[in-house]
């Protein structure tokens, strides 16, 4: 869920500026909107959006927009279950899914919906059980307080709770969600329009996609019957327009340190880009085998191509050498801000353990992919194996000194997983193994212990053919080894289960070094220097993203590309326009059919000035009303390292117009009852 | 051929130490091998030596075994007519090849061999040539005078002839070669020994392949007879045996500026990385296709991944701080070296220039690469199809005004590929094509012009389809466009030949920016930093590598791997020990079927401390008495990073040994009459 990221240059650690920040709902800056824009959100507008707001708990953001449930999100958030629901006679990706009724809504197997129903400081809990503590006692500490704190939350399977550090340690809040299970399938346009233009005008602007997707929240068995939902306008966005974004972006690194962001540029993203690069060839390929194939690898290969292109963005911003210079002097300029001696060399010794963990940090990093990351072993199969497997040793455990992923609070995620009737496919599972394997020899060498003991005599490929073979295809042989625990999984010759089990202790070595040497010292470092960053800015300063709900400002607004004015909307006029009929810029059937009927002036796309990243893909884009105008899909190539810092002059956010979403409803999929409950027209019917 | 790459961490702008040096055979220092190794080659030495070398002119050393003609190299250097031989029922890849006698060896569509004859000193008629000049008209200048020059002394098309730039211009060399391009295909293993170990085993040591193969060249329809070889030794190489290395090492930067090291560090090789990473997983998938796509595109494979892992070296040696900080230490020594300020300046002002034609390097990069390059269009196809264009628009012009490849002394080398009976596979070109043009639209842009012009309103995938048609595969029909000239080529309608047409101004402007703007700056300013460094060190050093013939000394020897010392002989046992039965570490079926039959104390491969890079695949190790005691396939994982410096302390060459050669030959392929001849014991029949 990278498609959404922002590019910046300017510096985060000082109060912001222009239109940036991911704002915590209990820390929205009303007075600056209104200073600049003439309106001033009140508790009662920020307590409306907020519950009008979801999570795709999956990675990426949406909204409920009607009284019935009704929840807009993106196709390429939607992506895996339309992918799901399909089969090799009718496919929902290829060709879109209207449900014409209720009736005809497809439950989707792993969607779960969130809604943030409260927020609480724990700070000071979480701070009071870690106290003078370091490395393994610290990351245990922390990890049994928020055992605990989520445990007490999560009274129900319907409620999840999750501890967020914020400020880097900062401060700690509760985020409390209502969790929803049972989400269904409405709408989805065809994918040759939701990803028009596909690869090549991927972060990109002007654009012409309709990238959205219709899900319907169930409750018992039931319509979701709610008063906190955000209207569809009637009219959407127009140039100059004050547009809201509310949103989960998944994560930024812009406090980071100069030698954290000297690791993402030097070991992280090259070694992540190559993988992607050469994971990408593979999957093309493969789907140049059949018209099947290419189905069922869609999704993944998706995902690749738009991960390789935003990581690219990623690493640019970090190799530009002026703009990592800014965030060395952004640095210093913190050190030098502390006067007091004594707090300046604490500031000073915590900058240079995290500098220390760096270190091992690029030595633990591709065994830790490989092994605890499953690298090595890329499927769908071996992470349901390793559920199991850790789930007969974790369960029995008390609760807070489970692993993070198998505590009580997270119990129905690992359960929805298990249970999930998604299809797998053993050709795709065959060729993402083999994949997987020969980089896991390649990167640890042939001679290396665990890929002598996992391969043997074997090569990749001949392994990734047995492994595919598993049977935790089959939800039935899931559920027997999860209700059968230690004993049964102690007796499976399931190929999956014997391998994740055979590597399971140097997993989790790997992972234990990885926590206590690297995570656990750089969590507590930064929080010195997230103080000596509240001293000098308190809450004036946002947090870096955490995917957890966050409100930014902005506008309507294009930007100037090589001294040329963008305009800030395109229309549905320009789709047709940049249609070639060929692959991605080929139309769908539906669309040229229709065009006759469509109001081509009408906006398709429009940017903002809004500050996003990836995990903001969904997201309304709101009005003063409290109105949904827009839908957010994708930033434009300059919001490419939006990772690290914000560039008010040409980051811009992507959004889908919300007129267009109302006209391809009503004039070109036949869904005028869609439309209607939008807008609040119509209620829904069975 | 970037199998031998030798890596470095001293300064090679400093007098070499150890036996460090690529040195050419008018300048080798026989004086320090005398010092260290008691043993001082003289004249009639060298002189045999040098005549008993050969390069491969597609990228490749060899020697010269017998008097009749036969030429010793590696299987990755005979792979490409290896497979241009082979068919889909005969695959000689795969189950290798025996000629029993002389009538049975089958010629190479492509081979050419080379013998260098005489080395002339040409430094004073180029640089009047060009005094004064600077730009394209020292470019223009530089042009003109190496054609007449080698116009002059390649009296026929058995005479190739090259004007060397060595020490960065600080010395012209011509190179007159004796030019033999009937070669044919005597003796290759299974791919399956050649290539023992795979990618997995590629560049590191311990090793135990059989890298070779044998050529023979014949002149006049007859094996060549003559009296330059070099015999093989009936013992080969000993553990602290002295030896010789004389081949053609291709390239090497160790005396590049630090701005031409920081373009190869953060544009060239990122770049390079990325795109054969993505190949790489394409071609992989492809041969899963089948067998017979298997088969033909094993050699691009082959070249693919070796590039991959040889470049992977490169990068990461310039990517070590301490390593890049030694390199300007080394170019801020030589600086501060020159007293004269008048010098210094000039220096100084040589290497901000230099520095200034990188950043239009950067900028240039991508679409020179892309349209002059050819990575656009990357097939067997398109390269022809451009020779028959820019023939037909050079070969009318004077010689000197042509453009490089064009000229009468290159004439031959173009005939040969355009006359080539090697076969081109349609559904390899089309893959390769579809990689080629969908690279092509994403790092120019889909809206870029010569993208637009190119592609139209297709796809990728669908012009590649239509381009894999091309008559050129026929050699008939080229043959008829290269006689029509330009009229033909005019009137042609074939897809390939209209898009070569199509991109040819374009292609060319690049070209000219790039020659004009960024290597005459840089050939220009080298030879004044040239002269400074030769004012300090004169021929005490060595000239970068050239892919011109040069001689290194060394030792047999090991190195210590994390304080482990590695022993610096293979044996054939140690081979049957690595034996997994799965490729690739699966002996062929011939070697299991021999075992009983084989020494296996007998050595298999080692190492040397001789100063090698790529290119170097194929030179023969050679002992005082001028034997063929070894054969160089490749570098250990060490020696990845030569490119830029030399590190005496587990830099190491790794060779065939010449005794597995023989008791190979003899015992598993039913040889004898090839050991024979390799031993001097007996005279090839009929």
């Not at 809504?105 to 609480?120: A, F, G, R, S, Y």
């Not at 401060?171 to 065809?190: S, T």
């Not at 993402?432 to 996992?454: M, S, W, Y």
Request: hydrophobic share 40%; charged share 25%.
């Amino acid at each position: 869920m990278n498609k959404l990221i922002l590019a910046v240059l300017a510096c985060a650690a000082l109060p912001a500026v222009a239109d940036e920040g991911m704002w915590t709902y209990n820390n929205f800056p009303a007075d600056k909107v209104a200073a600049k824009y003439h309106f001033k959100p009140d508790q009662a507008w920020l307590d409306k959006v907020r519950l009008g707001s979801a999570r795709l708990a999956q990675g990426c953001s949406a909204s409920f927009v009607s009284p019935d449930g009704l929840v807009l999100t993106n196709h390429h958030c939607a992506h895996s279950c339309i992918e799901q629901l399909s089969t090799k006679t009718k496919d929902f990706v290829k060709d879109g899914f209207v449900a014409k009724a209720l009736a005809d809504e497809k439950k989707c197997p792993e969607l779960e919906v969130n809604q943030l129903t409260d927020i609480t400081d724990v700070t000071k809990r979480v701070q009071g059980a870690v106290a003078g503590k370091s490395g393994a006692a610290f990351a245990e500490a922390q990890k049994a307080e928020f055992a605990k704190i989520t445990k007490e939350c999560a009274t129900s399977d319907d409620v999840r709770c999750d501890v967020v550090t914020l400020y880097a340690g900062g401060a700690y809040n509760l985020y409390k969600y209502k969790r929803y299970q049972d989400v269904r399938l409405a709408f989805a346009p065809e994918f040759a329009i939701a990803f028009f233009g596909g690869d090549p005008d991927n972060f990109m602007f002007p654009r012409y996609d309709l990238d959205m997707a219709l899900v319907r929240v169930y409750d018992g068995g039931k319509p979701l019957q709610t008063t906190s939902y955000l209207p569809v306008a009637k009219t959407g966005a127009k140039a100059g327009d004050l547009a809201f974004v509310s949103g989960h972006p998944g994560k930024t690194s812009r406090n980071a340190t100069v030698a954290e962001l000297s690791f993402i540029r030097d070991v992280e993203q090259p070694a992540r880009l190559l993988r992607l690069a050469e994971l990408r060839g593979r999957l093309t390929e493969f789907a140049n085998r059949g018209k099947e194939q290419k189905r069922i690898s869609n999704a993944i290969l998706f995902y690749v191509e738009n991960g390789y292109k935003a990581r690219s963005g990623y690493w640019n911003a970090l190799r530009d050498p002026a703009f990592f210079q800014s965030k060395v002097a952004e640095q210093d300029k913190l050190v030098a801000s502390v006067k007091d001696p004594g707090k300046k060399t604490a500031l000073q010794q915590s900058i240079a353990a995290i500098a220390a963990a760096q270190k091992t940090k690029t030595d633990l990093y591709v065994p830790y992919l490989q092994l605890e990351g499953m690298q090595a072993f890329m499927s769908d199969l071996f992470p349901l194996a390793r559920g199991l497997v850790r789930a007969a040793d974790e369960l029995p455990l008390p609760n807070e000194k489970r692993l993070k992923g198998y505590t009580d609070a997270e119990l129905p995620g690992l359960k929805q997983m298990l249970e999930s009737p998604a299809p797998i496919y053993p050709e795709l599972e065959e060729a993402t193994l083999a994949f997987g394997l020969t980089k896991f020899r390649e990167q640890l060498g042939p001679d290396h212990k665990t890929v002598k003991a996992v391969l043997g005599k074997k090569s990749p490929e001949t392994l990734a053919r047995e492994l595919s073979k598993s049977k935790l295809r089959d939800v039935k042989e899931r559920k027997k080894l999860f209700d059968g625990g230690k004993k049964a999984i102690e007796a499976s010759t399931d190929p999956m289960i014997v391998l994740a089990r055979a590597v399971d202790a140097e997993a989790r070595a790997l992972r234990k070094r990885w926590e206590d040497e690297v995570e656990s010292v750089t969590n507590k470092e930064s929080e010195t220097i997230a103080k000596a960053r509240f001293d000098a800015f308190g809450t004036s300063v946002y947090p870096d993203a955490t995917f957890t709900l966050r409100l930014t400002y902005g506008a309507v607004e294009g930007w100037k590309e090589a001294g040329a004015d963008v305009s800030p909307i395109t229309t549905i006029g320009g789709a047709f326009e940049r249609h070639t009929g060929e692959d991605p810029f080929a139309l769908p059937a539906s669309w040229l059919k229709s065009k006759d009927k469509l109001t081509l002036t009408k906006g398709m796309n429009f940017v903002t000035t809004d500050d996003i990243i990836g995990g903001n893909s969904g997201s309304p884009v709101i009005n003063q009303k409290g109105e949904v105008i827009g839908l957010i899909f994708d930033g434009n190539i300059h919001s490419l390292g939006g990772d690290y810092g914000f560039n008010p002059a040409n980051n811009r956010a992507v959004a889908v117009h919300t007129d267009a979403i109302l006209e391809a409803l009503e004039k070109i999929y036949g869904a005028k009852h869609l439309a209607d409950e939008l807008t609040g027209a119509k209620k829904p019917t069975g």
